[in-house]
């Protein structure tokens, strides 16, 4: 079946890197996504993962994907107050609905 | 400039009551989705709607019914509303199936 799993909390020092790690058990999707929320926000498209790339890097971000594990990871470099959200990776598993993660809560430590 | 807009944010009414969520997008994508998150975050899709037709319908009641009067709107009707309807709901669009999707800023919807 169509399953995506995340842990649910992360806490990071400010300035350190924080990764984000996320498992499915489907691999036929086209894109992979991750997604950020703020408290009382709406989803922000963060960044997304063509399925046959194994690398993107976007200034802070850096999104590495293992198809043989089925890993998808969001590593976020110096990790500043403003990175504080629930960070939520999504695959669409080859169809037009995207599948979400349960969410990870990204916590700022100062 | 908000590329997919919702309306109300906030929606506040008593159970049995019936009202509608609506959601706008200019960016001349084809498709758009309906989504609903619960209060432990959980986000699960509810329609997909391509071009004015409905292509999902993830067994959601059918006191909920989407309607698309044209490729750049998708509103939300819900009938006769429960304690379990509260949640925010977010309405996305895309350029087209399999492409990456975009959200707004959702519509808290809370049953008194």
């Known amino acids: 079946g169509e399953d995506v799993e995340q842990s649910l909390f992360l806490s990071v020092r400010e300035g350190d890197s924080s990764v984000i790690n996320c498992t499915y058990t489907d691999s036929s999707s086209t894109y992979l996504y991750w997604y950020k929320q703020e408290p009382g926000a709406g989803l922000q498209l963060l960044t997304y993962i063509f399925s046959n790339m194994d690398m993107k890097q976007d200034q802070r971000l850096t999104v590495l994907l293992n198809k043989k594990d089925k890993h998808l990871s969001l590593r976020i470099a110096d990790t500043q107050t403003g990175d504080s959200a629930i960070y939520f990776c999504?695959?669409?598993?080859?169809?037009?609905?995207?599948?979400f993660g349960t969410g990870t809560r990204l916590t700022i430590i100062p | 400039d908000t590329a997919v807009s919702q309306t109300p944010k906030y929606l506040v009414t008593q159970m049995g009551n019936d009202k509608s969520i609506k959601c706008e997008q200019n960016l001349g994508h084809d498709t758009m989705y309906w989504y609903k998150q619960d209060s432990k975050k959980f986000l699960k899709i509810m329609f997909s709607?391509?071009?004015?037709?409905?292509?999902i319908n993830e067994t959601v009641p059918n006191r909920f019914s989407p309607k698309s009067p044209d490729k750049a709107h998708l509103n939300l009707h819900i009938n006769s509303l429960e304690l379990g309807d509260s949640a925010v709901y977010f309405c996305?669009?895309?350029?087209?199936?399999?492409?990456?999707?975009?959200f707004g800023d959702g519509t808290r919807l809370s049953i008194l």
């Open positions: 709607y391509n071009n004015k037709e409905l292509i």
């Open positions: 999504a695959e669409n598993f080859g169809n037009e609905k995207l599948t």
């Open positions: 996305a669009s895309s350029p087209g199936s399999n492409q990456p999707q975009h």
